[in-house]
């Protein structure tokens, strides 16, 4: 195991292109899906990043198979939840103002495309913290086949924050992690999407990852 997530951690680093890695929980196995009458149901999420919009344009092109139908769900820090924390943790999020912008005109751009345009469903979650984004993810349980989410979705996001106290595999990013859980469905499958990284730096990972 540690073998193979070196080779993980390699791949993401030095990758010409963007990479998907997919945690199969029977998704490859489902048969015949041209000809199948069965809906394969799959949601993308949305927290924001470079890495989430690659998950979003991913899954454009996943929503042109005739069988599938997909569900775009934003998660989004809620208004009414201000607390001292979030106050501090706000300092962050305003150096990272540029990036949310590119979010939101993306996310604009997309959602006139393709949700206006009736190819996808749409539904959003208002959350405090990262308790409430660890039960929303529970929640998909038994909803969808496939959940498509970028590496470093929500990395620097307050309803991620003290996710990496307690990842299993940082290969995989806070919310691809739980998702990958062993405490989560084992019938969901996951496709973690990161972005075309140039220079090949990542974070969430440690430098002297050995497999020694």
């Not at 349980?141 to 595999?169: A, P």
Request: hydrophobic share 40%; charged share 25%.
């Amino acid at each position: 195991m540690r073998y193979l997530m070196y080779v993980v951690e390699q791949v993401l680093r030095s990758a010409p292109c963007s990479v998907g890695i997919l945690v199969d929980r029977g998704f490859s196995s489902i048969d015949n899906i041209s000809s199948s009458q069965v809906t394969i149901n799959v949601a993308v999420i949305f927290i924001g990043g470079k890495d989430d919009r690659e998950a979003l344009a991913y899954a454009s092109r996943v929503a042109r198979h005739p069988r599938v139908k997909l569900t775009i769900i934003r998660l989004l820090v809620d208004p009414n939840a201000e607390s001292s924390r979030l106050v501090g943790y706000r300092v962050i999020l305003e150096e990272q103002q540029k990036e949310m912008k590119l979010d939101d005109e993306y996310f604009a751009q997309f959602y006139e495309k393709h949700v206006v345009g009736g190819h996808m469903s749409y539904t959003e979650k208002h959350l405090a913290n990262a308790a409430e984004t660890f039960s929303t993810l529970r929640s998909f349980e038994g909803q969808y086949s496939l959940v498509i989410v970028g590496r470093e979705g929500g990395l620097n996001s307050i309803l991620t924050k003290g996710m990496n106290d307690w990842q299993q595999c940082p290969e995989l990013g806070p919310i691809g992690d739980v998702l990958s859980g062993p405490d989560f469905s084992m019938t969901v499958s996951v496709l973690i999407i990161q972005q075309h990284k140039v220079k090949g730096d990542l974070d969430g990972l440690d430098d002297d990852f050995s497999i020694m």
